[in-house]
């Protein structure tokens, strides 16, 4: 029987880690082949500006704290496992209410908002040029005239 040398102590502090997030990834319920990338999990969030809520305060290292701890005690446990669980139910029901709250948005600078006035303006600019194909009067008069009709400027001449 071979002894193998004991690894260094950067790879076995590697190993640990990978270890340990292979643990947070089982208990927040991601695959393991997902779990190096738990962080960027919470950057995205970040990024499309959601909050994190009461279950994600405790920063990663935390967590891995905490599931290093667990470990040592002798596993993890069923009534973790319940707590855990309870914790991602609320987790999830304040996902579903910021949800709702930003797809109940009705003014302001919201996507369905920014859509429709996209909208509006290719149609506006189609009319222009349609207009102008049919009376040879360019976008910039056809504002001029229609101004001017309306009685808000005497500009056209």
Known sequence: R????????PEASKQETQNT???????RGVPAAAAPRLSLL??????????????????ETDVVTETKQMLKEGGVTVEYQRR???????FFKQQQFEQ???????????PKNEINNG???????LV????????????ID?????????????IYD
């Open 100 to 110: 709702a709250v930003e797809d109940s948005q009705v003014f302001g600078w919201t």
């Open 42 to 59: 919470g950057n995205r969030r970040a990024v499309r500006g959601k909050r994190m809520s009461a279950v994600m305060n405790a920063t």
């Open 21 to 27: 997030m292979a643990c947070v990834a089982q208990i």
């Open 84 to 90: 855990k669980a309870k914790e991602m139910v609320k």
């Open 128 to 139: 222009g040029m349609m207009t102008e194909y049919a009376t040879g009067v360019d976008f």
């Open 142 to 154: 056809q504002i001029k005239l229609t101004i001017s009709v309306l009685g808000i400027a005497d």
């Open 119 to 125: 909208r509006w303006t290719m149609f506006g600019l």
């Open 2 to 9: 071979t002894q193998r040398a004991s690894p260094s102590a």
